[in-house]
T-cell receptor
Framework: DAGVTQSPTHLIKTRGQHVTLRCSPI?????VSWYQQVLGQGPQFIFQ???????GRGNFPDRFSARQFPNYSSELNVNALLLGDSALYLC?????????????FGEGSRLTVL | DAKTTQPPSMDCAEGRAANLPCNHS???????VYWYRQIHSQGPQYIIH???NNETNEMASLIITEDRKSSTLILPHATLRDTAVYYC????????????FGKGTLLTVNP
């Protein structure tokens, strides 16, 4: 079975631009979460979606937005990119949140902002 | 969410047991202890989780003290492929829950 897939794997943008990152969860998983991991730090929670509704939001500015589609795939959008947005963006899926304790992470999208 | 404290780094010899400690003295009664690891340049990988009883699966064992203020992740026979950053996370689970990662412990398994 395919795991969580993310695209693109690497991308370079300049300050002020916009980026869209995509995530396909494991088949049957209805919950998708997004995390940002800056070099040397642990991942930081950005959003969680379950059944296409936002269920949680971390401490990120409104430049960050996301949505979940009827097929449970998800997009993370970041507007007006700053140098500090350079990070690994991780998507995770789960069957129904953390009731089973397990999130399945993708390999991430590495964003570099110049 | 309760905070966790982990040593920044540990070493272990290949084939020996790796014991990774975690302090979570402010854990509340309904909070679980989760362990994840992240091998360089990969996404985090779930290892194990528990509430108050000790847990074991094919990857590791989790020992939680009776007062639940600390826990130990045990990799019984560490291999070079177990070299990774190990994160101990405390949270309440449920469908709306997020994981709050700290900096974790870098475990280096040496030949």
């Amino acid at each position: 079975d395919a795991g969580v897939t993310q695209s693109p794997t690497h991308l370079i943008k300049t300050r002020g631009q916009h980026v869209t990152l995509r995530c396909s969860p494991i088949s049957g998983h209805k919950s998708v979460s997004w995390y940002q991991q800056v070099l040397g730090q642990g991942p930081q929670f950005i959003f969680q979606y379950y059944e296409k509704e936002e269920r949680g939001r971390g401490n990120f500015p409104d430049r960050f937005s996301a949505r979940q589609f009827p097929n449970y795939s998800s997009e993370l959008n970041v507007n007006a990119l700053l140098l500090g947005d350079s990070a690994l963006y991780l998507c995770a899926s789960s069957l129904q949140g953390l009731n089973t304790g397990e999130l399945f992470f993708g390999e991430g999208s590495r964003l570099t902002v110049l | 969410d309760a905070k966790t404290t982990q040593p920044p780094s540990m070493d272990c010899a290949e084939g020996r047991a790796a014991n990774l400690p975690c302090n979570h003295s402010t854990i509340s009664g309904n909070e679980y202890v989760y362990w994840y690891r992240q091998i360089h340049s990969q996404g985090p990988q779930y290892i194990i989780h528990g509430l108050k009883n000790n847990e074991t699966n094919e990857m590791a064992s989790l020992i939680i003290t009776e007062d639940r203020k600390s826990s130990t992740l045990i990799l019984p026979h560490a291999t070079l492929r177990d070299t990774a950053v190990y994160y101990c996370i405390v949270g309440s689970g449920g469908s709306n829950y997020k994981l709050t990662f700290g900096k974790g412990t870098l475990l280096t398994v040496n030949p």
